[in-house]
């Protein structure tokens, strides 16, 4: 079975820092794409960040670029995303995505909520 697990959300202040983490089994956990989306409340998902490749290839979304740090521990087949300087509009619930080949897994998400 694949699945991935997301940890980490929580009630902040702006400014403050969190860290997220995405536990994946062996099944999902890829050196292959793998990725944070977030929903913020009455809109669409988005993509935040990416990892790609075992040379770990990063990109952003222009509104975290700068702020938030995407990376993964081939070790404890973990995706983090250091969130720093958070903002209100970083609010919503984070997922995380991996897609090894011919699969893709989601997880149920982790709400963050960043008041002003």
């Known amino acids: 079975q694949g699945h991935v697990v997301e940890s980490g959300g929580g009630l902040v202040q702006a400014g403050a820092s969190l860290r997220l983490s995405c536990k994946a089994t062996?099944?999902?956990?890829?050196?292959?794409?793998m990725a944070w989306h977030r929903q913020a409340p009455g809109k669409e998902r988005e993509l935040v960040a990416r990892i790609e490749g075992r040379g770990g290839s990063t990109s952003y979304a222009d509104s975290v670029k700068g702020r938030f740090t995407i990376s993964r521990d081939y070790a404890e087949k973990t995706l983090f995303l250091q969130m720093n300087n958070l903002k209100p509009e970083d609010t919503g619930v984070y997922y995380c995505?991996?897609?090894?080949?011919?699969?893709?897994?989601w997880g149920q998400g982790t709400q963050v909520v960043v008041s002003s």
């Open positions: 062996d099944r999902a956990f890829t050196t292959l794409h």
């Open positions: 995505n991996s897609q090894p080949l011919g699969a893709s897994y």
